[in-house]
């Protein structure tokens, strides 16, 4: 008895430790990933510890009751999965009334031809999604994160290993380079959420990122009615905790898990819209962007590009000679709409893939060598 006593607290000692990241230094490995997924198995071993403990009125009762608490509080907070369901914008205008309070803002991604898929942060804030969009042949699937940390939105098509469709989440709370990883339920196949390169096996494929649009509500219901709008609960406790952590990271400027980039050019946390091509690098501060909408035109290497600011978030294009006029970009005879989508027989506006609204200290972490953009000389 004394032997399964000793051989359930070690479990329990351990699965303290890897849920409060003692061993910090092993973080960077995608070993400590994979022994982390092993936690809710540790739980039980340490809930028959406590049950045989309260039987046996043991000393050392209340620290492990602590530890226990401990553990099924952290597994309440992170271990969330949220299901796949949308509603039109008549049930959405009335479930997000009181939902959103003062934090309207809502990620707009195009998984799939002209369907059209919203989800308010706060709901991101505190699950990962795995959605779905199309019917029969023609369905796309994908993770959908928001990692507060670093204060990016991103959208992944699943991966395909081996014949099969990989699921990723990030809702286990694992942090690698200051930023939220993805991995598989096994923990075998691991990427970081914000670039999508693969961390545990160089072989693995970079992820294939969606275009994603950050807009207020306002803004999305009266643009897009016919969209499909997310809608499901989220648990109190991990709502609770996730909206203090994103409040500390955006008030505080030192805190976050990373050091973050060694150029201080800018301020810790002025939020930039980062674009990266081949191995070029530009930030553009948000500071920039003076007017309601704002069009940008630039070049990294041979590529050139355009930045549209619309109010709150910021998209791009693989194009130029764009301007804005009535709500909508322009070039000679043709229009689009804010979010590319060609009003008329031409083609839909190319997208290039940004990081936006982007804490500065981690888009410079992960690329150290990138230029600052600047209206002066």
């Not at 809608?231 to 990373?258: D, M, Y």
């Not at 229009?335 to 982007?358: I, K, R």
Request: net charge negative.
């Amino acid at each position: 008895m004394i032997a399964w006593y000793t051989l359930c607290l070690v479990f329990l000692i351990i699965a303290v430790a890897l849920e409060t990241r003692l061993p910090l230094y092993a973080l960077q490995y995608p070993l400590m990933v994979r022994l982390t997924l092993l936690a809710p198995v540790l739980y039980g071993l340490g809930i028959v510890t406590l049950i045989i403990l309260i039987i046996q009125s043991s000393p050392v009762l209340v620290p492990i009751m602590l530890a226990v608490t401990f553990l099924i509080v952290r597994y309440l907070i992170f271990y969330g999965r949220a299901g796949d369901r949308f509603v039109d914008l008549d049930h959405a205008n009335t479930s997000y009334h009181n939902f959103l309070g003062d934090e309207p803002e809502m990620a707009v991604v195009f998984p799939h031809q002209k369907v059209i898929q919203i989800v308010p942060t706060k709901i991101l804030m505190v699950n990962d999604l795995v959605l779905t969009a199309g019917q029969g042949e023609q369905v796309t699937r994908y993770s959908l994160s928001f990692c507060a940390l670093c204060n990016t939105i991103h959208a992944f098509v699943l991966p395909v290993i081996a014949g099969d469709v990989v699921e990723i989440t990030s809702n286990r709370g694992m942090v690698i380079n200051g930023n939220k990883i993805l991995t598989d339920s096994t923990g075998r196949y691991i990427w970081q959420q914000f670039s999508g390169q693969p961390l545990s096996d160089p072989s693995l494929p970079m992820l294939e990122e969606l275009h994603v649009l950050r807009l207020t509500w306002e803004q999305v219901k009266h643009r897009y009615p016919q969209a499909q709008y997310y809608r499901e609960g989220v648990k109190p406790t991990s709502f609770v905790v996730f909206t203090l952590i994103r409040k500390a990271v955006r008030s505080l400027s030192f805190f976050g898990l990373s050091r973050g980039g060694r150029n201080n050019s800018l301020p810790r946390k002025e939020l930039v819209v980062g674009v990266h091509i081949d191995q070029e690098a530009k930030a553009y501060p948000l500071s920039l962007f003076t007017e309601e909408y704002m069009i940008i035109t630039d070049q990294l290497g041979a590529t050139e590009f355009t930045l549209v600011h619309q109010g709150h978030g910021t998209v791009g294009f693989l194009e130029t000679g764009l301007e804005i006029r009535d709500n909508l970009i322009v070039r000679q005879q043709q229009q689009w709409q804010l979010d590319g989508s060609a009003l008329g027989d031409h083609a839909d506006l190319e997208p290039l893939v940004l990081a936006d609204q982007m804490y500065w200290y981690l888009w410079n972490q992960f690329y150290p060598n990138t230029t600052i953009y600047s209206t002066t000389p």
